[in-house]
């Protein structure tokens, strides 16, 4: 309804200014605020009831045609034929006023046809000026709201992507969490069963130790995210089964900043470099692999080993390096940085 009203308003203002501004000259206006409040309000009146008539015609044919002939369809056409509709409502609805008023009133002076005929078209041009800013009013109005709708469809549509595309991500993220069993279990169970047939106790040890570890894995694999102090308590114990497994072939050098114990890491994340390490690199008693955990000022946590690598490369399942930097760019964390030369294999994982 307020809408209408904003329509009636707008009527009723532009045929008052066109009414003027067609014949601005002519003598009816001379004097007309000294006209008896009887006659003004009985215009006022009949301006307010053909502004209405006006406005609901022209309503009504733009209602129609966004049903018969939308704008999306055929512009030009759909512009051109309620262009016309619109001036010959609005030629009718002077037609059939000026008759009932011809037909009711008496009081009406007579005056010659050629102003009779001027007064009608400027009468008509009224109308049809009136009737095309209306039309021009709602079609403005129903492109907005068209617009707005299909700009609301748009960005559900995009947020259901974002949903599907998350959920995606979110399904690679856990699945390439999952790898990380395997990696760790078939690499320390064998070095278990060797233990318990040489040195009983020592196997026990190694198996509490195995247990701890494994526990921390499962719980702690399901996060995106772990506190570095966390992880690199995980990382003593694990540490422990290494030097058990391969002895004095490998030596460790940890140098941790303790302003950066509180930041977080990937869970498992170093575990899987030193894994790495060790897979592809010689570890011997007279030439140890040397790996070296260190942070940097730049926030980074560097994992680097010395650069000896097998004769025979041992077949790799592809979760290492490639894990780690798959769950970085799914999280939407900087990647990690890998160097390589001559004497070194080095990986900067950023500090979240």
């Not at 014949?23 to 006209?35: C, I, R, S, V």
């Not at 215009?43 to 307010?48: R, T």
């Not at 790898?179 to 320390?188: A, C, S």
């Not at 390589?340 to 900067?348: G, L």
């Amino acid at each position: 309804m307020k809408r209408r009203l904003v329509i009636w308003l707008v009527a009723i203002i532009t045929f008052c200014i066109f009414s003027y501004l067609i014949n601005p000259f002519d003598p009816a206006w001379e004097g007309y605020l000294q006209t008896p409040l009887q006659v003004i309000i009985e215009d006022l009146l009949w301006v307010f009831l053909f502004s209405v008539i006006i406005s609901e015609v022209s309503i009504f044919i733009d209602k129609i045609l966004n049903k018969l002939l939308p704008w999306k369809n055929r512009t030009v056409k759909r512009l051109l034929i309620q262009c016309a509709l619109q001036i010959v409502g609005s030629i009718l609805i002077v037609m059939v006023i000026n008759f009932i008023i011809d037909s009711t009133s008496d009081s009406i002076p007579d005056m010659d046809a050629r102003k009779e005929y001027t007064l009608l078209g400027q009468w008509v041009a009224t109308n049809i000026v009136i009737s095309l800013i209306i039309s021009a009013f709602n079609t403005v109005d129903y492109l907005l709201a068209n617009w707005k709708k299909t700009a609301e469809e748009a960005a559900q549509h995009k947020l259901r992507a974002s949903k599907h595309k998350q959920a995606a991500m979110a399904a690679e993220l856990q699945a390439l969490k999952l790898q990380i069993d395997p990696h760790f279990i078939f690499n320390n169970l064998s070095v278990l069963s060797e233990l318990i047939l040489e040195d009983q106790q020592l196997g026990f040890e190694y198996s509490e130790k195995f247990a701890r570890v494994y526990r921390y894995l499962l719980v702690n694999s399901k996060k995106d995210i772990i506190a570095l102090e966390e992880e690199l308590r995980f990382l003593d114990s694990y540490i422990f089964l290494i030097e058990k497994r391969i002895g004095e072939g490998v030596i460790f050098k940890i140098d941790i900043q303790e302003d950066y114990r509180a930041m977080y890491t990937l869970p498992l994340s170093v575990q899987l470099l030193v894994e790495n390490a060790i897979k592809h690199n010689q570890t011997s008693k007279s030439h140890p692999l040397e790996i070296e955990i260190y942070t940097t000022s730049s926030k980074e946590l560097v994992v680097a080993n010395t650069f000896l690598p097998l004769i025979n490369k041992p077949d790799s399942s592809g979760v290492g390096l490639t894990n780690i930097s798959a769950r970085y760019e799914i999280l939407g964390y900087p990647q990690p940085i890998i160097e390589k030369n001559e004497n070194q294999f080095i990986v900067k994982l950023p500090l979240i």
